[in-house]
């Protein structure tokens, strides 16, 4: 039977058009719903939402982040989003990722935290909120550090440090420093694509002199089959963010695998170029499949 799904992010992009026309292959009705078409009403009636796709569909697939680009008002439409997402699961609807996951995986210090906690080993960072702080974690930190923004993605607003006064100026620019140790690599990382329980992965190899991986900064994505240890440790990485289709980054060191980041909204062009599998397409049947499992579930509840 047919489902209707709802892609929730911008139309016409890379990914969210082959996702739709992986869904739409499958046989079932996908449409496309940007974050400021949402709208909630509460009531007598209850909780509704909208558009009427939104609150007709059998699952949603969140394709973007919920933020806005820029102004005051960033933060209230941050959180006004993810509070619809989390309503909407309340009220049973499936949403791949879950919006904890998504809350866990956008926030860089709140992810590294859950990873810790998981046992999966991540690189020594300190968040500092003044510039005298930043310069003792410079020092705690190492001759090399790297100063990131705790939201972000695709290497920006990312900077190698290199003295405790840069160290300072990372915090004065905004208020908030989050720092990590330096881990000298070979020039390449490893992205591996959880989507659900199967995994797939490729090499990316930062552009000449740069020590970032991002295949957005110029890398170069390369088919690669990492050891087993590896596929296992990004499968506990997704799991410990809640995630069920997420992009693990593994870099190799001298004492094993680190993870650097979970992204709950990956994107995976870059690895499609090195693969002949549809990855549109595993991702529309993991949808297919957790909107059929919470139907199920709710008609035995209904028995």
């Known amino acids: 039977m047919p489902m209707r799904i709802v892609l929730l992010g911008e139309p016409g992009g890379w990914h969210i058009e082959r996702l739709r026309a992986a869904v739409v292959r499958r046989g ?7 974050w400021q078409h949402l709208t909630a009403s509460l009531g007598n009636e209850g909780l509704r939402f909208g558009p009427a796709e939104v609150s007709a569909a059998d699952a949603i697939v ?15 439409s941050v959180v006004f989003r993810m509070d619809v997402l989390g309503c909407l699961e309340t009220e049973g609807m499936p949403v791949v990722n ?18 810790a ?22 020092a705690a930190l ?22 405790a006064t840069a160290a300072a100026a990372a915090v004065s620019a905004g208020g908030l ?21 199967q995994t797939f992965a490729m090499r990316r190899i930062a552009a000449a002199g740069e020590w970032r991986t991002n295949i957005s900064l110029g890398g170069r994505p390369e088919a690669f089959a990492p050891p087993t240890g590896w596929l296992e440790l990004a499968r506990r990485a997704a799991a410990a ?14 004492d094993g695998p680190v993870v650097l980041e979970v992204n709950a909204v990956p994107g995976w062009q870059g690895l499609q170029a090195v693969t002949e599998i549809d ?14 499992q919470t139907s199920d579930a709710g008609r035995s509840r209904e028995v």
């Open 98 to 115: 879950r919006p904890r996951a998504l809350e866990i995986a956008i926030d860089k210090y709140l992810s590294l935290a859950a990873l």
């Open 142 to 163: 190492g001759s090399n550090c790297v100063a990131k923004p705790i939201f972000g993605s695709r290497g920006r607003g990312i900077a190698l440090v290199s003295t």
């Open 117 to 138: 906690r998981a046992g999966v080993r991540v690189p020594r960072t300190v968040v500092v909120q003044d510039a005298e702080a930043a310069r003792a974690a410079f």
């Open 279 to 292: 990855l549109a397409n595993e991702i529309a049947t993991l949808v297919e499949r957790t909107a059929r």
């Open 62 to 76: 969140v394709r973007g982040m919920p933020g806005v680009a820029t102004g005051t008002d960033r933060l209230e």
């Open 28 to 34: 079932h009705v996908a449409t496309v719903v940007r």
């Open 177 to 197: 420093g989050y720092l990590q140790e330096f881990l000298p690599h070979a020039g390449w990382d490893v992205r591996v694509l959880v989507i659900g329980d």
């Open 241 to 254: 963010v809640g995630a069920d289709v997420a992009g693990v980054d593994i870099l190799p060191t001298d």
